[in-house]
């Protein structure tokens, strides 16, 4: 718990007066997100598209790497709206697709971003990528 407060704190997240264990962030717009660690969950503003709940579940590192992106990508500008977490759609294989973040510009997907826990998982997906497409290719 203590290192997640530190992580938080490190983003610049403040503790919410009154609410215990829970940190807070404001961003351009009125956009907020709320980090509670009582329940382990990350809120995100409601201007943030949510495809489902799988990235607001902080007990998963992942996670804290999509909130760590997503806190960056609002501090440099990028409207709340245009991002969309969880984002699914069909695949050509017949299988669906999800990725960690999507950034939309003029309503049309325009980055996709796949985030990973550690170094570890990363090389294992960039290995799968060069062998035979991986989830890039899904």
């Given at each position: 718990?203590?290192?997640?407060?530190?992580?938080?704190?490190?983003?610049?997240?403040?503790?919410?007066?009154?609410?215990?264990?829970?940190?807070?962030?404001?961003?351009?717009n009125n956009t907020q997100?709320?980090?509670?660690?009582?329940?382990?969950?990350?809120?995100?503003?409601?201007?943030?598209?949510?495809?489902?709940?799988?990235?607001?579940?902080?007990?998963?590192?992942?996670?804290?790497?999509?909130?760590?992106?997503?806190?960056?990508?609002?501090?440099?500008?990028?409207?709340?709206?245009?991002?969309?977490?969880?984002?699914?759609?069909?695949?050509?294989?017949?299988?669906?697709?999800?990725?960690?973040?999507?950034?939309?510009?003029?309503?049309?997907?325009?980055?996709?971003?796949?985030?990973?826990?550690?170094?570890?998982?990363?090389?294992?997906?960039?290995?799968?990528?060069?062998?035979?497409?991986?989830?890039?290719?899904?």
């Amino acid at each position: 718990m203590e290192k997640l407060v530190e992580i938080l704190e490190s983003l610049h997240f403040e503790p919410r007066e009154s609410f215990e264990k829970m940190y807070f962030k404001k961003y351009n717009n009125n956009t907020q997100i709320l980090v509670d660690l009582k329940q382990e969950k990350i809120i995100y503003d409601k201007k943030i598209n949510l495809g489902d709940f799988t990235t607001s579940n902080i007990k998963k590192r992942e996670n804290l790497v999509v909130l760590e992106c997503v806190n960056r990508l609002l501090e440099i500008g990028y409207s709340a709206n245009s991002i969309y977490l969880e984002k699914r759609w069909k695949s050509g294989r017949g299988t669906s697709g999800k990725a960690d973040i999507v950034i939309y510009k003029n309503k049309v997907p325009h980055t996709i971003i796949e985030c990973k826990k550690d170094v570890n998982e990363f090389n294992k997906e960039k290995n799968k990528m060069l062998s035979n497409g991986g989830q890039l290719f899904t």
